[in-house]
């Protein structure tokens, strides 16, 4: 069934009914599309409509980028890892456990204290958080600040405390099982602050360049190949991108020391992550020409990458391994996508709502969170269905935790 060509634009493949797409976002892929630098777009199931392109979609371009295709979040992702726990080994009341994750890792606007002092989580680290020989060392990472754009350089001490942190919106860590009643873990942020800034001030840059005055979008302005603009971008793009990995990866080992510590009894042990980016550019190969692809809520799915698509509070996430399709750029969804603004979504559902759709799993139940409630956004089944060209399921979660800010 899949994939097919938006209707008037070939270059546009899609794993989604064009009729089910909102108008507004089949728009936003035709101009992108339309864009000179722009070799194709592959649309995943779970598009829909975003700022200057669509969440749910992937930009192969030559010698171009649009810093709003890739959005203000730069670098958000996924981070999951598989536990030695079973269902029997968690108590039967979870309050305890969200109140600890609660604890330690400052959720919604609130940021630590002090910077994480990593030393106490030694075994737990990834790579990505230490040196060749397995030390703690952020020290060449932070070296790099300074040769961000001068607009953030006041933002260095906030950088370092919001380093670990989850952020508000669809941001999430959850406490889930299988269909093993096996124990995961998984979270879901991005660049906090210090991306969003980056973000924002080099959109603002491409929109006043002389080959964006003419764009039907100010938001698909570009930055070309071989200028101080794109140097600029492409360098603080690649940290923001590189913290949101470390952000993610930070919260993970504060989370699986709270397990280590509360299954201390269990002898709890835990499998490699899984870590995968879904709002970021990397360089690639198109139809065997490079290209800075760019995939705007959409994973990496290339032959054996490992990659987590979530659903919704109250629904269930996959873990899933990449097929290496050429034809969608190597990339799958990254979740469920929404069907409904957060707007709508609290003048359509109420509290009630939202307790009779998060049964079972201990999470907030309140007017923070009723923008996120399950029924706010698409069928994840009906999302991995479509694109079981894409990617193999390796593992079905069901979240009994959910953590949001």
Not at 60 to 78: E, F, N, T
Not at 259 to 285: G, M, R
Not at 295 to 305: L, P, Q, V, Y
Request: hydrophobic share 40%.
């Amino acid at each position: 069934m899949f994939p097919v060509a938006l209707t008037g634009a070939p270059n546009v493949q899609l794993w989604a009914n064009e009729h089910e797409i909102e108008p507004a976002a089949v728009q936003q892929l035709r101009n992108i599309a339309a864009l000179s630098w722009t070799h194709g777009v592959r649309v995943m199931p779970d598009v829909h409509l975003g700022k200057g392109a669509t969440v749910g979609s992937v930009i192969a371009m030559k010698d171009a980028v649009a810093p709003a295709a890739v959005g203000v979040d730069i670098g958000c992702g996924m981070e999951g890892v598989l536990t030695s726990l079973t269902a029997d080994d968690l108590p039967d009341d979870l309050g305890g456990l969200r109140r600890s994750i609660e604890d330690a890792i400052p959720v919604g606007f609130r940021s630590h204290k002090q910077a994480v002092d990593l030393r106490p989580l030694e075994g737990l680290l990834p790579r990505v958080l230490t040196d060749q020989w397995g030390k703690p060392d952020l020290r060449p990472f932070w070296a790099r600040f300074e040769t961000l754009t001068d607009y953030v350089q006041k933002l260095h001490g906030r950088s370092h405390v919001q380093l670990g942190t989850l952020g508000s919106g669809n941001h999430f860590i959850e406490i889930c099982l299988d269909t093993e009643d096996r124990v995961w873990l998984m979270l879901h942020s991005g660049s906090r602050n210090i991306g969003n800034e980056l973000a924002k001030v080099h959109m603002e840059t491409a929109r006043k360049l002389p080959h964006n005055q003419d764009l039907p979008d100010r938001d698909l302005a570009v930055f070309l190949a071989g200028t101080p603009e794109m140097a600029a971008y492409r360098n603080d793009l690649m940290w923001a991108q590189e913290y949101a990995a470390r952000n993610r990866a930070v919260m993970l080992a504060l989370l699986m020391r709270i397990f280590a510590e509360k299954f201390a009894a269990a002898d709890v042990t835990f499998d490699d992550p899984i870590s995968c980016h879904h709002n970021y550019v990397a360089e690639e190969l198109v139809d065997g020409v490079p290209m800075l692809v760019t995939r705007k809520g959409a994973i990496r799915a290339g032959a054996g990458d490992m990659g987590l698509i979530p659903g919704s509070m109250g629904t269930r996430s996959y873990v899933v391994r990449g097929l290496g399709n050429e034809e969608s750029y190597q990339s799958a969804s990254h979740g469920a996508g929404r069907v409904m603004s957060r707007t709508k979504a609290k003048k359509t559902f109420t509290i009630a709502d939202l307790v009779a759709q998060t049964a079972g799993v201990e999470s907030r139940k309140d007017a923070g969170v009723l923008d996120e409630i399950p029924g706010a956004y698409k069928d994840i089944d009906k999302v991995i269905e479509a694109q079981r060209d894409l990617v193999e399921v390796v593992a079905t979660l069901r979240q009994v935790v959910c953590v949001k800010g």
